[in-house]
């Protein structure tokens, strides 16, 4: 049991952690679009998005597919960026929009499951079972998900709810400001 709770640590981190700023701005550009009452939606993304992460997590621990970390380093600020703009231009929550965010989600994923395959390549142990390990890193990752959409959801039910700053104006706002910080971590991770 204690090499779960390090890997689920250890995926609970991945999310929360102040050094995960990328993941935060990825969920973060995902669940803008909803509001506390849309919260089984936002939690079928955040399992999506948990699903890409593994599956490449796990095909490039197990050196089945890699790619050079300095692209994927680059990719990942790229994958926030293009969520936050289509939160800008694409119209009001509508049922295909909501699909396309699960196709953000997933996809979006898998890209970002490469980033952390090296670190969790020489985490692991010769003796350790892989799946377990994968297992328990993903349930962390997904907990700490929860628990940042969560505060996420709240944050947002407070601003539309109570302070009463219009749906559309909170969307289009986070998602500029989520935009350019991404914008500036892709030229900052620009391949040389």
């Known amino acids: 049991m204690s090499d779960f709770g390090f890997y689920f640590k250890i995926g609970w981190q991945h999310i929360i952690s102040l050094d995960a700023l990328d993941h935060q701005l990825f969920i973060l550009a995902l669940t803008v679009l909803y509001s506390l009452k849309e919260w089984k939606p936002v939690l079928v993304l955040v399992t999506a998005f948990t699903i890409g992460h593994s599956i490449t ?6 050196n089945i597919f890699t790619i050079p970390s ?8 790229c994958t926030i960026f293009i969520t936050a703009a289509a939160n800008i231009f694409k119209p009001a929550s509508t049922k295909k929009s909501i699909q396309i965010n699960y196709v953000f989600a997933l996809f979006f994923g898998l890209v970002h499951g490469l980033g952390f395959a090296n670190a969790l390549k020489f985490m692991l142990v010769k003796d350790q079972s892989l799946g377990w390990s994968l297992l328990s890193f993903n349930l962390g990752l997904e907990a700490g998900q929860i628990a940042v959409v969560i505060f996420l959801l709240l944050l ?10 219009n749906q559309r104006y909170w969307v289009i ?3 500029a400001l989520i935009l350019l ?5 892709a030229i900052d991770r620009f391949p040389s």
Do not use: G, H, N
């Open 57 to 62: 997590l796990a095909l490039s621990t197990l």
């Open 70 to 77: 300095d692209l994927v380093e680059f990719f990942i600020p």
């Open 181 to 185: 910080v991404s914008l500036k971590m």
């Open 173 to 175: 706002s986070i998602s």
């Open 156 to 165: 947002a039910q407070i601003f539309i709810f109570y302070v009463k700053v």
